[in-house]
């Protein structure tokens, strides 16, 4: 019924830059929040990012000051923007949207497939 798709993941060396994207589509009648999330080798997956519906975002400290979330509520993207990437960003980043299904009045949480994002040293 829901799919989030992902792109833009890839290798990059640091300092480097890459924008993920994430298009919500399926029987969606709405969307709270949009997020992303990471999960490094042998760690636990942590929130990277999130943005609310109006606008309102937060941010991992980590990566406070170098990426930056953003959501267009049209296409139901949302969007991440890394800069100054380090190669402790190395992780499957996904994707996760709370939405409303048509027809439903129980929001649910979706994920995306992840894509990988390598910094080399």
């Known amino acids: 019924q829901v799919q989030l798709v992902e792109s833009g993941g890839g290798l990059v060396q640091a300092g480097g830059s890459l924008r993920l994207s994430c298009e919500a589509s399926g029987t969606i009648s709405s969307i709270t929040a949009m997020g992303w999330y990471r999960r490094a080798p042998g760690k636990q997956r942590e929130l990277v990012a999130g943005?609310?519906?109006?606008?309102?975002?937060n941010y991992a400290n980590s990566v406070k000051g170098r990426f930056t979330i953003s959501r267009d509520n049209a296409k139901n993207t949302v969007y991440l923007q890394m800069n100054g990437l380090k190669p402790e960003d190395t992780a499957v980043y996904f994707c996760n949207a709370q939405l409303y299904l048509m027809g439903s009045i129980v929001s649910n949480a979706y994920w995306g497939q992840g894509t990988q994002v390598t910094v080399s040293s």
């Open positions: 943005v609310t519906s109006s606008g309102v975002t």
